[in-house]
């Protein structure tokens, strides 16, 4: 049987983020367990913008607006169900994962689809911008919503609840997010290799093509937008749960540019990119972390190295001609 290299790597990180978490919760370090959950819910959020980077070549560095919104999502409805208030037009708040996630998904995408119908009618650097005012004007808004902690953020006091999971175990609620982040790795290797997959990537290479075979490019990419701020936003209200607080940061152009980091890291494009880039940049942020407060300048060192040397990032570097197992 033909394996190839890339194939064997991904097999290799799958296997790590099911035994490394599992071995740190056997021996009592639930630290390691919650890094690993870091990690997978970076990814899944990565996975959302390499759907739109690696294969519609669109630069967004709004996509933290997704991610906060569904982190907000999260810790909004939480709230209210904990203080038993309601919500905008009388509807009850909750802390049902699966109720949470269907609304940051739904309102991820509709926030997408508002802003792509602006922001896909530029390109280059025009459609960067245009994306990064546009999660600038939602940080702002957070800031200044004192109902919901305005910059000092919105505390989750319990962790939502996940039908038949004790989500209060770490272990578990990782294995959640682990889930999640397969069945989206999934769908884009599915949404990849379909017609709607080679008509993103044809967008990418020649608009002017695309149209002559009767394909509008302005509504792939619009589509391709929605479902990326979908993903990004499910990403977010499971960070919001992790981490039981959810505040303006998660809307911080910073974040965007983590993302951007974790893809240019792990490989543009490729199926496992985003994980092997939250891997590395979660490791990176807590072994350097702990040794100097300018971890960052090495992390852009290794950055620039990919950059110059290995262009399909730390996947693109191990794959290579296939090999026989």
Same mark, same amino acid.
């Given at each position: 049987?033909?394996?190839?290299?890339?194939?064997?790597?991904?097999?290799?990180?799958?296997?790590?983020?099911?035994?490394?978490?599992?071995?740190?919760?056997?021996?009592?370090?639930? *630290? @390691? $367990?919650? &890094? =690993?959950?870091?990690?997978?819910? /970076?990814? #899944?959020?990565? %996975?959302?913008? +390499?759907?739109?980077? !690696?294969?519609?070549?669109?630069?967004?560095?709004?996509?933290?607006?997704?991610?906060?919104?569904?982190?907000?999502?999260?810790?909004?409805?939480?709230?209210?169900?904990?203080?038993?208030?309601?919500?905008?037009?009388?509807?009850?708040?909750?802390?049902?994962?699966?109720?949470?996630?269907?609304?940051?998904?739904?309102?991820?995408?509709?926030?997408?689809?508002?802003?792509?119908?602006?922001?896909?009618?530029?390109?280059?650097?025009?459609?960067?911008?245009?994306?990064?005012?546009?999660?600038?004007?939602?940080?702002?808004?957070?800031?200044?919503?004192?109902?919901?902690?305005?910059?000092?953020?919105?505390?989750?006091?319990?962790?939502?609840?996940?039908?038949?999971?004790?989500?209060?175990?770490?272990?578990?609620? *990782? @294995? $959640?997010? &682990? =889930?999640?982040?397969?069945?989206? /790795?999934? #769908?884009?290797? %599915?949404?990849? +290799?379909?017609?709607? !997959?080679?008509?993103?990537?044809?967008?990418?290479?020649?608009?002017?093509?695309?149209?002559?075979?009767?394909?509008?490019?302005?509504?792939?990419?619009?589509?391709?937008?929605?479902?990326?701020?979908?993903?990004?936003?499910?990403?977010?209200?499971?960070?919001?749960?992790?981490?039981?607080?959810?505040?303006?940061?998660?809307?911080?152009?910073?974040?965007?540019?983590?993302?951007?980091?974790?893809?240019?890291?792990?490989?543009?494009?490729?199926?496992?990119?985003?994980?092997?880039?939250?891997?590395?940049?979660?490791?990176?942020?807590?072994?350097?972390?702990?040794?100097?407060?300018?971890?960052?300048?090495?992390?852009?060192?290794?950055?620039?190295?990919?950059?110059?040397?290995?262009?399909?990032?730390?996947?693109?570097?191990?794959?290579?001609? =296939?090999?026989?197992?």
């Amino acid at each position: 049987m033909t394996i190839s290299r890339e194939t064997a790597f991904n097999a290799l990180l799958i296997v790590l983020l099911i035994a490394v978490p599992y071995g740190a919760s056997a021996m009592g370090e639930p *630290f @390691y $367990v919650t &890094l =690993a959950t870091r990690m997978v819910i /970076l990814a #899944l959020a990565a %996975v959302g913008l +390499n759907f739109l980077l !690696g294969l519609g070549g669109l630069v967004s560095f709004g996509h933290a607006a997704f991610f906060g919104i569904g982190g907000y999502v999260a810790g909004i409805a939480a709230t209210h169900a904990f203080n038993n208030t309601p919500l905008l037009f009388g509807l009850p708040g909750t802390n049902q994962m699966l109720i949470i996630w269907l609304v940051a998904v739904l309102l991820g995408g509709l926030a997408a689809l508002a802003i792509g119908l602006i922001s896909l009618r530029t390109t280059g650097v025009y459609f960067i911008m245009i994306t990064l005012a546009f999660a600038q004007m939602i940080y702002y808004f957070a800031i200044s919503w004192p109902a919901y902690g305005g910059e000092d953020g919105l505390s989750i006091y319990v962790r939502n609840a996940f039908p038949g999971v004790n989500t209060l175990n770490g272990l578990h609620f *990782f @294995y $959640v997010c &682990l =889930a999640l982040l397969a069945a989206v /790795l999934v #769908l884009f290797s %599915v949404l990849r +290799n379909s017609r709607f !997959g080679a008509a993103l990537q044809a967008a990418r290479q020649n608009e002017q093509r695309l149209s002559a075979v009767g394909i509008a490019p302005f509504r792939v990419k619009l589509a391709a937008f929605a479902i990326s701020g979908m993903i990004t936003g499910l990403a977010g209200a499971l960070f919001a749960d992790l981490n039981r607080f959810v505040s303006p940061s998660m809307l911080s152009w910073h974040l965007s540019g983590e993302l951007i980091v974790l893809i240019i890291l792990g490989g543009t494009g490729r199926l496992f990119g985003p994980v092997a880039g939250a891997i590395v940049y979660v490791l990176f942020e807590f072994y350097l972390g702990g040794v100097t407060e300018r971890w960052q300048f090495f992390l852009g060192l290794i950055l620039l190295a990919v950059v110059l040397f290995a262009r399909g990032g730390i996947v693109g570097l191990v794959a290579g001609k =296939a090999r026989h197992g």
